[in-house]
């Protein structure tokens, strides 16, 4: 079943190319990360860093073309999912990896009733007969706190509230009892009352069923209360990997360090918001060194020239970054927030 | 505790005086008026008797989830959704009643900042048409010194010169939102409406702009008020906050006071549903989930319209309205489980109400 060491997941140098008419844009760069069985990872980065391309590729969903998975291995249970023949993922996504997206109001089809599109997923994939299907649709409803389900499973997605969508996403998402969850930023179009109720259902789902889950964020607050681990990417490529509260405890890189000091601390008194200068990168004319040298207020003239090394901090906490070592020495105890 | 003001003065620049801003979907269908003919009538009260006051110099944030009436209230302010009734008192001059030219020469000393940074420029004008129109449009520089201005508005955001013939599709998202403040500050406003203004944007810019909102203020004595459903961005940039919930104030005062120590139970949980990026906090915490969505405007609850999500909702909470009262000193919260000697609402009795009195007082002279 597993691997021998335990991990449902081990993504190595993952490579996702887009051609377009400006070049090539390496969306994903050479990520390699693995996941456990039972934890949960979270992805946080902020808009074009490759986050969601990361996750696209490892269930072969990146649009083809423009984007292209041009090297590495997605092993999912000893197997490599991108070696696989179509029909073969079809088999797995959906009913071993199972996605959760942002917008509830697009992922669900608006013609079809809340019943018929959960019903499709457990037919195709567990063998349900109708009649099964259905009663398994409600039970799902149930799960995830739809109240009066047996009523509400025909109704059609425009008559739930976004909160409610989103609780039917996960449904679906889990009817087949996934091993691996992938939430791609599930709360970010929910109001704060309603992300929390969406984040406690996660957990607690997660914590009933054992699935491994990998959430896709760019809220560090909702990475800090969710997740085991922590992937911070940028331009493409990990620039900090730990355990989540070793990263918050002590960063180790230049940019996951100007991330947290950049959101306002409520704690704090009010002044002047550290800010990191610039804006993310054009992934498609990127300049040899390091992607972030431009904006990083630690860089010297090394980090302009070369890229730097993904630096090993402690064994499970790794940076890239060219003073890794100064960074995290300097962040010990001191400054987090 | 709650000490008044820091950097503004006490006179307001703008009150508000039970502002309602009502939409009316129209009739229902023919068969809905056979069968429920009283009925037939369907209005959202999107904004539902909002009295407030924005001082001098000051921030006031005004906080609350999607399809609370933040936005709507913001834009009532301008006048770029029509007020359905009550004032809007800029400089002593009531703008909800003034005639359309005497409207445009107020607007001058009105500004907006809007959310979405992509909608809000015209694709076809160059940033520098776009800075420079409203400066043509009340004629406030021509030729040279117009396009001086410009380039002077340009470097106040943090944006280069060179970028004067630059199209909107050109920059990202954090840059347009600066143009879109340069827009606003073209014409020398004193107060600007600031809706969602860092939402769109990616977290390490939205810091920038805060910084930048913040740094013109004190440049340029600019009062704001600061609408967003962020609350860490709220209780960082505003002197006061205003918490809203389906059209109406439920609570107000000092930012850090509220975010320290609300009084109102939907503050107290909107607050603790905010993540924090600290795993340590983040595992001792325990969150107050609310239960259900928020209620349609179309037809709100009765009474209070929070008691259909409310832990500590009581029967009298369905049917007595209540009303933004003092509760301690400049700190208004409307809920008539809690009064001046009995603030906190998790120490008062099961069951009893001991703000109902006022409330009821107050409604009788009301109405």
Do not use: W
């Amino acid at each position: 079943m597993s691997s021998a060491n335990g991990n449902l997941l081990e993504v190595n140098d993952l490579r996702t190319y887009f051609e377009t008419e400006d070049g090539i844009v390496k969306a994903v760069d050479g990520i390699s990360f693995n996941l456990r069985r039972g934890e949960t990872l979270g992805i946080v980065g902020e808009s074009g860093s490759g986050k969601s391309v990361t996750n696209l590729s490892i269930i072969r969903l990146v649009p083809n073309p423009p984007g292209k998975i041009v090297a590495g291995e997605v092993v999912f249970n000893g197997q490599d999912i991108l070696l696989l023949p179509a029909e073969e993922v079809r088999k797995i996504r959906g009913r071993r990896i199972a996605m959760i997206f942002q917008d509830p109001m697009t992922s669900l089809n608006p013609f079809l009733k809340i019943s018929r599109q959960l019903m499709e997923v457990t037919q195709l994939h567990l063998g349900h007969t109708k009649a099964q299907a259905y009663e398994h649709a409600i039970k799902m409803l149930e799960t995830v706190g739809i109240p009066d389900a047996r009523t509400r499973v025909d109704n059609y997605p425009h008559e739930f509230s976004g909160g409610m969508r989103q609780r039917v996403m996960i449904a679906m998402a889990l009817s087949c009892e996934p091993e691996l969850l992938i939430a791609d930023e599930p709360t970010t179009a929910l109001d704060v009352t309603i992300q929390a109720q969406i984040l406690e259902l996660i957990k607690s789902l997660k914590e009933k069923t054992g699935t491994s889950v990998i959430l896709i964020t760019h809220d560090l607050g909702v990475v800090a209360g969710m997740t085991d681990h922590v992937i911070v990417m940028y331009a493409g490529k990990i620039f900090e990997q730990a355990k989540t509260a070793g990263l918050f405890a002590r960063p180790g890189n230049p940019y996951t360090k100007g991330l947290l000091r950049s959101v306002p601390d409520p704690t704090a008194e009010q002044g002047q918001l550290y800010q990191i200068p610039g804006s993310p990168p054009d992934v498609a004319h990127l300049k040899p060194g390091c992607p972030f040298a431009p904006r990083c207020e630690r860089a010297e003239e090394i980090c302009h020239r070369e890229f730097p090394p993904f630096v090993e901090l402690t064994p499970d906490h790794h940076s890239l970054c060219h003073f890794a070592q100064e960074v995290f020495a300097a962040s010990d105890g001191a400054t987090n927030s | 505790m709650a000490t008044v003001e820091t950097k503004s003065d006490a006179t307001p620049l703008l009150s508000l005086r039970d502002l309602k801003v009502h939409f009316d979907l129209g009739s229902q269908s023919m068969l809905d008026r056979v069968i429920q003919p009283g009925r037939s009538k369907r209005i959202v009260k999107a904004v539902d008797g909002v009295s407030l006051d924005i001082r001098h110099g000051e921030t006031l944030g005004l906080v609350g989830e999607s399809g609370c009436g933040k936005s709507t209230l913001g834009r009532a302010v301008l006048r770029l959704t029509e007020p359905t009734s009550g004032q809007v008192l800029f400089r002593n001059q009531d703008l909800a009643h003034l005639s359309n030219r005497e409207l445009r020469e107020q607007r001058r000393h009105l500004q907006i900042i809007f959310q979405d940074p992509y909608a809000s420029l015209n694709p076809r004008m160059t940033i520098g048409q776009i800075i420079r129109e409203p400066l043509d449009t009340f004629g406030l520089a021509r030729g040279a010194d117009a396009e001086r201005r410009v380039r002077d508005l340009l470097e106040t955001v943090g944006l280069s010169q060179r970028f004067i013939k630059r199209y909107p599709h050109e920059f990202s998202g954090g840059q347009r939102q600066r143009i879109g403040i340069a827009r606003a500050l073209a014409v020398d406003p004193d107060f600007i409406v600031a809706d969602e203004p860092i939402s769109a944007l990616d977290v390490s810019i939205q810091a920038q702009i805060l910084n930048l909102l913040e740094q013109l203020q004190r440049k340029k004595n600019l009062t704001y008020l600061f609408i967003s459903h962020d609350l860490r961005a709220i209780r960082h940039i505003s002197d006061r906050a205003a918490v809203m919930y389906l059209g109406k104030v439920v609570e107000l005062g000092e930012a850090k006071t509220i975010y320290d120590d609300p009084l109102m139970p939907y503050t107290k949980a909107l607050i603790s549903a905010v993540p924090v990026p600290d795993p340590k906090i983040e595992s001792a915490r325990k969150r107050i989930v609310l239960e259900g969505d928020v209620p349609s405007p179309i037809n709100p609850p009765n009474g209070c319209r929070f008691h259909t999500r409310c832990p500590f909702a009581i029967e009298a909470c369905r049917e007595v309205e209540p009303q933004l009262l003092e509760i301690k000193p400049a700190h208004f919260a409307a809920c008539i489980r809690i009064s001046p000697d009995q603030p906190n609402i998790e120490k008062v009795a099961p069951g009893a109400a001991p703000g109902l009195d006022m409330n009821q007082k107050m409604n009788a002279q009301t109405s």
